[in-house]
């Protein structure tokens, strides 16, 4: 039998606090999607040199036949790739806790995605995504790009744009996946042997019906009486506690929110005045990943660094921990549905070519796919409800105006986007807004005239 292919894998945004995670996926994946090199492009010295050095370690002890490259020249990190991983964040974290502070002296929530965060971060993720995308391009047109960066929405929104029908640059998003797993363990069943319904733009949509995948039993009704229960105290405890919030306010919308299932982002669009009371602007969001996740991670890779070794270490992966299913291997998953044409299904990002009759047409939707060689190809959703048809165009019409005023360094558009914004609303506020973060992202947006 003719030896399995073994891909060549590039991940954009290399020196990120998530790599080490995806690397040590790559390793427990490596029988389903073998790799022969995997490349950290990063354009970040200092990180991305560490990143390098750890990625070395691991991959020399536990996945030998995998070259490391580390490089700062896209060049050498995309020619004679097969599949790109995009992960950036143009600004990083530092930027993140600007827009939350801008925002919030504004009386406004700025998170990462949502508000005048989203939009401020979307600013400056268009072009930085776009530029990564034209040299995968240039140096390996027939490579999938898995574009994972923020705010998804405006990013999908504008690569449509930019690259109009390119079936190789597909926009994905973690949440959904890691709501199903919610369900899954809620419900007691296999993470793996439920699918979903669902429709919405990124980080604003609705479970319509989460379906066992042998049977067609739609469990939708259990996790409604589920979840019209507050979470139990003993329940997801080794969560990060942002994120267990995030989940107990879930029920709270669940049980409110009538007949679908809403993703977790829309607490801050369907609650504004209780998320922003929640808001501590000395200790925003950015500044809990900044003192807690990405600290853990960059001191364990300058841990690993020192020493040169992982395995018999804390550090080190048992067979368990391999076996472990995280949720990043739906990047596995998906490359594996391009790779050898399986016709899984994923929630996706695509433009709303009639599937959904009554919503704008081209508008980027989040919903359901059938994944193979060809790219993604949606499943029919059907006409949605007044209120939910609402609040998406309403959402649309922001992130469309946001990529229009990036595209053609518009103000007026830039100012109109922020006034649609459901968490911003006042013409006033939109400007004084816009004008603080003009300042702050000199670096980063283009000029708005
Ligand atoms: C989820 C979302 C991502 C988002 C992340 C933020 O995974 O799908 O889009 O970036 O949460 O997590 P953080 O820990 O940075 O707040
Ligand atoms: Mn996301």
Redesign the pocket.
């Known amino acids: 039998m003719a030896e399995k292919k073994r891909f060549v894998v590039a991940i954009a945004g290399g020196a990120s606090r998530y790599t080490p995670g995806i690397l040590k996926m790559l390793v427990s994946e490596k029988d389903r999607f073998p790799l022969s090199k995997v490349v950290l492009y990063d354009n970040e010295d200092v990180r991305q040199k560490r990143m390098g050095k750890y990625a070395r370690v691991l991959m020399s002890e536990y996945y030998p036949e995998c070259e490391v490259v580390d490089t700062l020249d896209p060049e050498e990190a995309f020619t004679g790739i097969d599949f790109c991983f995009m992960q950036i964040r143009a600004g990083r974290q530092e930027m993140r806790r600007s827009d939350e502070h801008i925002a919030l002296k504004h009386g406004c929530i700025g998170q ?2 949502c508000g005048a965060g989203g939009f401020a971060y979307g600013m400056r993720s268009i072009p930085a995504v776009v530029e990564i995308i034209k040299n995968v391009k240039k140096y390996s047109p027939d490579a999938f790009v898995l574009n994972y960066s ?1 705010p ?1 929405a405006i990013v999908a929104e504008a690569t449509k744009r930019i690259f109009p029908n390119d079936k190789h640059v597909i926009n994905i ?3 959904p996946v ?1 709501i199903m797993n919610q369900y899954a363990d809620e419900l007691g069943v296999p993470r793996n042997s439920i699918e979903a319904r669902y429709f919405g733009l990124n980080h604003f949509g609705w479970f319509t019906a989460v379906l066992d995948k042998e049977t067609g039993h739609d469990y939708l009704p259990e996790l409604k009486k589920i979840f019209s229960k507050p979470l139990p105290d003993d329940h997801f405890t080794d969560m ?1 506690p942002s994120w267990r919030e995030t989940f107990v306010f879930m029920r709270k919308m669940v049980s409110e929110c009538a007949d679908y299932l809403p993703n977790t982002y829309l607490q801050y669009y369907l609650y504004p005045k209780h998320m922003l009371a929640g808001e501590d602007p000395e200790w925003t ?1 950015a500044d809990q ?1 900044m003192a807690g ?1 990405e600290k853990q991670v960059y001191e364990m890779v300058d841990e690993v660094c020192e020493t040169g070794k992982i395995m018999g270490t804390k550090y080190g992966f048992t067979e368990e921990d391999l076996k472990d299913d995280d949720h990043a291997t739906y990047i596995v998953d998906l490359a594996c549905a391009l790779a050898f044409n399986t016709h899984e299904r994923f929630l996706m990002m695509v433009p709303n070519e009639g599937i959904i009759p009554n919503l704008t047409q081209g508008m980027m939707v989040e919903v359901p796919c059938m994944v193979g060689s060809n790219g993604p190809e949606p499943l029919n959703v059907g006409e949605i409800p007044a209120f939910q048809k609402g609040l998406l165009e309403n959402q649309y019409a922001y992130e469309k105006l946001t990529v229009d005023a990036n595209l053609n360094g518009s103000y007026i558009d830039a100012w109109h986007a922020l006034t649609l914004n459901r968490l911003v609303n006042d013409t006033d506020t939109a400007k004084a807004l816009l004008d603080d973060l003009i300042e702050a992202n000199k670096e980063y947006w283009p000029e708005l005239k």
Do not use: I, P, Q, S
Request: glycine letters at 8%; charged letters at 35%.
């Open positions: 990462e995605t923020n998804a998003c973690d949440m890691g990060d969001r990943v996740h």
